[in-house]
Each structure stands twice: as structure tokens, then as C-alpha cells.
């Protein structure tokens, strides 16, 4: 809000110097996200704690495919399309942080994501069968044995989507933007526990190794690298004098694109996004 400081009183019994008055001055409110902006605060990765009982109304029922050495566990399973859908809803790219790419678009009738929402639209109880799923990584799950005496997964930590990014943006897509309901969509989803293993050099290798369905290109892999990691947390956490903008690092390719397209789907967050994160102020590797 912007006013002239007259003669008289000013902020109750203070009055302005002599030198101060008929000068333009700027009141601004800064609330307690505002504030953690200007300080540099933020979620991390670790903070992503995924409750799948409350999502679902029940645990996830899984395979565990036991270590055979202390670099990680693997469990198998069928993940709910609406789940996977609200999960990307509350956190956004922030859930492909280590994936090479992000969403990519729906880039022609005959692109992989075209394909992808045309089987979400016509043929939902197919996806499963013709979709290659996701791979993800956690830092720490919550398994517990059900009655029949097989696994369950209540809770997720530290979630990220290493593989699958464009099968999840793409039912986010469908959900929000076109409505299309998710109710019989499946998809299969590897999770990953990571032990002994380096994180990032195993997070390289699956991307190396499942990334077939959209091209890849070479500066994609170095997406991962811990220097472009800093580079984006900075980007996320440092805002401008004012609290009200940043720059966006586009570490994933698509990443702006994505986030762009999440906002897009309500006024408020649309309006909010340009404030935040023109276009001009998007970087890439």
C-alpha cells in the first residue's frame, strides 16, 4: 500500500521528522510463509511424507523382493491412479527432483503422452497392462504385515519418482485439466529403500537404464549431478528483497513447463506462478 506521509501524526503518537513528510512510503505485510521466503526456508526432499492410508483408506499391498546385499530393498505394487495423482497434487515437481526429466507436454497426437492420455480417457482399466510404471526411491517406508499375512506399505518418506515422471504428470494432467476420472486407472510402481547404496549414482544408473519411452538427451543425465542440485535449491529458497519472487532453475528438463501447468489449472495459482516465476527469470543447464 502506498501513501504520503502528511504533517500530522503518524503511526499514532509518532510524528515524522520534518525532512520525511510529503515523502512516498510503502507499507508492506509480511506473513509467516513471506517471512520463511525472505530467510532462505523450505521443504526438502526429506520432508515429502506420504500417507497412503489416508489416501487411499487402506495400505498399499506389496511384494518385498528381499536385499541380497545391504545397498537396498525393493518392493513391488499396484498404485491407485487417484493416489498417485493427489500425491503430485500436494508437492508438484518437487516429487521428480531426481529425475532426469520433467513433464513434457502432449507434444502432437502420436507423441508417448498423447498415447498415454488416450488410454486414460478410453481404455483406463488397460493402463496398467500397457503402461511401463514408475520407478521410485524413498529414504524410509512403513511396512507391516495385514491379517492374511502379507505386506503392506502405510507411509512413504523422503518419495521420489526416479523413473515415471511423464506417467504421473500426465494422470495429474487428466484429473485436473480434463477431468477424466482416475478411479480404475492402476499403475505398477518399483520402490526402491535405499541402504548402503550411493543415492545419486543409483538414481543415474535407473535413469540410464528405464528411460526408453521419451528421448533422452545427453545434458539430461547430468540433471542429478550435485552441482545442478545446489544450483536449484538456491533457485527454490532465495527470493527476491521483496518475498514476492525467485528464479526458477530448470535442472529437469520440462520442470517449468510442469510446474507451469500445475498452477495453470486455478486463477489464483496461475497468477501466483507469473508473479513468482516469469518466464524471464527461468534458467536452464
Given at each position: 500500500?502506498r501513501?504520503?506521509i502528511?504533517?500530522?501524526?503518524?503511526?499514532?503518537n509518532?510524528?515524522?521528522?520534518?525532512?520525511?513528510?510529503?515523502?512516498?512510503?510503502?507499507?508492506?505485510a509480511?506473513?509467516?510463509?513471506?517471512?520463511?521466503?525472505?530467510?532462505?526456508?523450505g521443504e526438502?526432499?526429506?520432508?515429502?511424507?506420504?500417507d497412503?492410508?489416508?489416501?487411499?483408506?487402506k495400505?498399499l499391498?506389496?511384494?518385498?523382493?528381499?536385499a541380497?546385499?545391504?545397498?537396498?530393498?525393493?518392493?513391488?505394487?499396484?498404485?491407485?491412479?487417484?493416489v498417485?495423482?493427489?500425491?503430485?497434487?500436494?508437492y508438484?515437481?518437487?516429487?521428480?527432483?531426481?529425475?532426469?526429466?520433467?513433464?513434457?507436454?502432449?507434444p502432437?497426437?502420436?507423441?508417448?503422452n498423447a498415447?498415454?492420455?488416450?488410454?486414460?480417457?478410453?481404455q483406463?482399466?488397460?493402463?496398467?497392462?500397457?503402461?511401463?510404471?514408475?520407478?521410485?526411491?524413498?529414504?524410509?517406508?512403513?511396512?507391516v504385515?495385514?491379517?492374511?499375512?502379507g505386506?503392506e506399505?502405510?507411509?512413504?518418506?523422503?518419495?521420489?519418482?526416479?523413473?515415471?515422471g511423464?506417467?504421473t504428470?500426465?494422470l495429474?494432467?487428466a484429473?485436473?485439466k480434463?477431468?477424466?476420472?482416475?478411479?480404475?486407472?492402476?499403475?505398477p510402481?518399483k520402490?526402491?529403500?535405499?541402504?548402503?547404496?550411493?543415492?545419486?549414482?543409483m538414481?543415474?544408473?535407473?535413469?540410464?537404464?528405464?528411460?526408453?519411452?521419451?528421448?533422452?538427451?545427453?545434458?539430461?543425465?547430468?540433471?542429478?549431478d550435485?552441482?545442478?542440485?545446489?544450483i536449484?535449491?538456491?533457485?527454490?529458497?532465495t527470493w527476491?528483497?521483496?518475498?514476492?519472487?525467485?528464479?526458477?532453475?530448470?535442472?529437469?528438463r520440462?520442470?517449468y513447463?510442469a510446474?507451469?501447468q500445475?498452477?495453470?489449472?486455478?486463477v489464483s495459482?496461475t497468477k501466483?506462478?507469473?508473479?513468482?516465476?516469469?518466464?524471464?527469470?527461468?534458467?536452464?543447464?
Amino acid at each position: 500500500k502506498r501513501s504520503a506521509i502528511t504533517s500530522g501524526a503518524w503511526f499514532g503518537n509518532i510524528t515524522p521528522p520534518a525532512e520525511w513528510r510529503e515523502k512516498p512510503v510503502e507499507f508492506e505485510a509480511y506473513d509467516i510463509v513471506r517471512l520463511f521466503r525472505v530467510l532462505g526456508e523450505g521443504e526438502t526432499r526429506g520432508d515429502i511424507s506420504v500417507d497412503l492410508v489416508a489416501l487411499a483408506g487402506k495400505g498399499l499391498p506389496c511384494l518385498h523382493v528381499p536385499a541380497q546385499n545391504d545397498d537396498y530393498d525393493a518392493y513391488l505394487a499396484v498404485l491407485p491412479g487417484e493416489v498417485l495423482s493427489q500425491v503430485y497434487e500436494r508437492y508438484g515437481v518437487r516429487l521428480l527432483e531426481l529425475n532426469v526429466r520433467a513433464f513434457l507436454g502432449l507434444p502432437g497426437r502420436k507423441s508417448v503422452n498423447a498415447e498415454l492420455r488416450r488410454t486414460i480417457a478410453e481404455q483406463p482399466a488397460m493402463f496398467l497392462a500397457y503402461n511401463n510404471g514408475i520407478v521410485a526411491t524413498v529414504d524410509d517406508l512403513d511396512v507391516v504385515h495385514n491379517a492374511s499375512g502379507g505386506a503392506e506399505i502405510r507411509s512413504l518418506k523422503g518419495l521420489q519418482i526416479v523413473n515415471g515422471g511423464q506417467t504421473t504428470a500426465s494422470l495429474h494432467r487428466a484429473r485436473r485439466k480434463d477431468s477424466i476420472s482416475l478411479d480404475h486407472v492402476a499403475v505398477p510402481v518399483k520402490i526402491i529403500k535405499v541402504g548402503g547404496a550411493d543415492l545419486s549414482e543409483m538414481v543415474s544408473s535407473i535413469s540410464r537404464a528405464a528411460n526408453r519411452q521419451n528421448t533422452v538427451q545427453l545434458a539430461d543425465f547430468s540433471a542429478s549431478d550435485p552441482f545442478h542440485q545446489q544450483i536449484e535449491t538456491l533457485a527454490n529458497t532465495t527470493w527476491l528483497d521483496d518475498g514476492k519472487g525467485r528464479w526458477f532453475y530448470e535442472r529437469a528438463r520440462g520442470s517449468y513447463l510442469a510446474a507451469e501447468q500445475k498452477a495453470a489449472y486455478k486463477v489464483s495459482d496461475t497468477k501466483a506462478f507469473r508473479q513468482q516465476t516469469p518466464k524471464q527469470r527461468r534458467l536452464s543447464k
